[in-house]
């Protein structure tokens, strides 16, 4: 199930085919699952940060999400016990098992009078109209989506004229990700919503890494939150649908999303007690030293919209700078791991001056057995060697990497017979063993030049180290292949694979 990035190539041809495409579970079948589930209304989000409260203001307290299920169990929690505001802004959110659950958990926040804002991005919103316009109908939620024109609400000659027309608008995308409680505590990082980035999905998952913040930087991800929210880019859904709106509304709109999340066949009574005892976990990791507290920690996003296109689809952004500045400035080591690697020569020549000057780099990307998008891997494989010449170390993740054992939610595995493929969509950097980037930003031309992007530049040798931990366990051979001039694993893919890899050649990298 290749759903994650597929459309990220923007190769015109399949995105329109496909981006009609979505998928959706049916929430329709009445159950009583409900009765038993209760929040705890003696906690609240304030008491159980309250040692901390004098930290925030300063402060910046760090805490990585390396797994899927914890960094989903701790959306739920600060859901469940969000007190006035809730923002969210996301590249995807599907509506899937892990979205309608999502859903719910956001609705029953705005039944208490929760304020929800959502961003989604068009080109990837893959539900119904009518379930899009139910869920903004609540008093308390509001549902924006970025640069509308290309998918929802449109046919396919409409899709078709809007990336004749305007290709380059039409490839501008928000790929944004940051999901913010209170104004004080923010989950921004690799994952969208959808069940192959939580380890839930049953064919194909995801390898991935977010970010918690709590204090100080938390306002600056407001500050970005607000700016795209109020952009001209973001647009009201109903104004985008509005000839539908009316006539969609149903009474008790939300009654079959509430029993669906509360059947134990989609919602695991073992994940929900996860939930409940979140606060005692998180307790322990601020005893454990593990949440570590910093004056220096730098959250950066691009604009909306991000350059003036006067470069045509090139032209760069902050994220990009930023970046770019960081990889001049490394003194030793350069470690990354991005899904997709499509070089330039400015990117190659920035990895051959760190090289001469004897900074060791290590890339992990995905390898064509384990990529969910061959567009984006048919152009690292035209320019492999020629990043390989640079001195640069190269691995490519394997589908089988033994740390999915590890890493997989292990509920799921108990119910499968067969463990998924795993591919790689963490997009982290750890340079000098002291400073961590952790964001949406992958190394392709669409992250630099197109798509706005975000990330989290984190200067701590504690969290590096930790970060690095785990990066090195898949730089391990169990979990990677290293490809050199002599060697790629590209043959451990049968032939029809192989040839629609080298049949996406023709594909301008530009918008990979």
């Not at 940051?178 to 994952?191: E, H, L, P, Q, Y």
Request: proline share 3%; hydrophobic share 35%.
């Amino acid at each position: 199930m290749n759903l994650s990035l597929k459309f990220k190539n923007y190769y015109l041809i399949v995105l329109l085919l496909m981006v009609s495409c979505g998928k959706t579970k049916s929430i329709s079948e009445k159950t009583d699952f409900c009765t038993n589930i209760h929040r705890n209304d003696s906690i609240t989000l304030t008491k159980e940060l309250e040692d901390v409260a004098f930290l925030m203001e300063t402060k910046t307290g760090v805490y990585v999400l390396e797994d899927g299920s914890g960094s989903m169990v701790a959306r739920a929690w600060l859901s469940e016990y969000a007190e006035k505001t809730i923002d969210i802004q996301y590249f995807i959110f599907s509506t899937d098992n892990i979205g309608l659950i999502a859903c719910d958990y956001l609705v029953r926040s705005a039944d208490r009078g929760v304020k929800v804002r959502i961003i989604v991005d068009d080109i990837m919103v893959d539900t119904d109209i009518e379930d899009i316009l139910t869920f903004n109908s609540h008093e308390n939620i509001s549902v924006k989506i970025y640069n509308p024109g290309v998918n929802l609400g449109k046919n396919i000659f409409q899709k078709i004229g809007k990336f004749t027309t305007d290709f380059r608008d039409a490839n501008q995308r928000m790929h944004n990700k940051t999901f913010i409680v209170d104004d004080k505590v923010v989950i921004t990082g690799g994952r969208n919503i959808a069940d192959e980035y939580f380890d839930y999905d049953h064919e194909y998952n995801f390898r991935d890494r977010d970010i918690l913040l709590l204090g100080k930087e938390s306002k600056t991800v407001k500050k970005s939150f607000d700016e795209f929210w109020y952009s001209p880019l973001s647009v009201n859904v109903e104004s985008i649908i509005k000839n539908k709106a009316e006539d969609t509304i149903k009474e008790n709109p939300f009654e079959n999303l509430h029993e669906y999340a509360c059947n134990p066949d989609n919602f695991w009574p073992q994940i929900r007690k996860r939930i409940e005892k979140l606060p005692e976990t998180f307790q322990s990791i601020k005893n454990s030293g593990d949440l570590v507290w910093l004056d220096d920690v730098r959250f950066i996003s691009d604009i909306p919209g991000k350059n003036d296109g006067e470069d045509g689809l090139t032209g760069g952004g902050v994220s990009t700078s930023a970046l770019i500045n960081l990889l001049k400035n490394a003194k030793s080591s350069i470690d990354i791991q991005t899904p997709y690697l499509i070089t330039t020569e400015l990117s190659r020549n920035l990895f051959k001056e760190a090289v001469d000057r004897g900074v060791k780099i290590r890339i992990l990307t995905n390898s064509l057995a384990s990529t969910d998008n061959i567009e984006a891997f048919s152009s690292y494989q035209s320019d492999r060697e020629k990043l390989l010449k640079t001195g640069v170390r190269v691995f490519e993740f394997r589908p089988d990497a033994e740390e999915r054992k590890k890493i997989m939610t292990g509920e799921l595995q108990v119910k499968l017979d067969h463990k998924p493929t795993f591919g790689l969509h963490a997009k982290s950097m750890v340079i000098d063993n002291h400073i961590t980037v952790i964001g949406t930003f992958n190394l392709d031309p669409r992250s630099a030049n197109l798509n706005t992007e975000c990330v989290v530049i984190v200067k701590s040798d504690k969290v590096s180290k930790g970060v690095l931990e785990g990066m090195e366990i898949e730089f391990k051979p169990e979990n990677s292949w290293e490809t050199t001039l002599e060697f790629n694993p590209d043959s451990e893919v049968g032939n029809y694979k192989r040839l629609k890899t080298w049949t996406r050649k023709i594909i301008p990298k530009e918008i990979l």
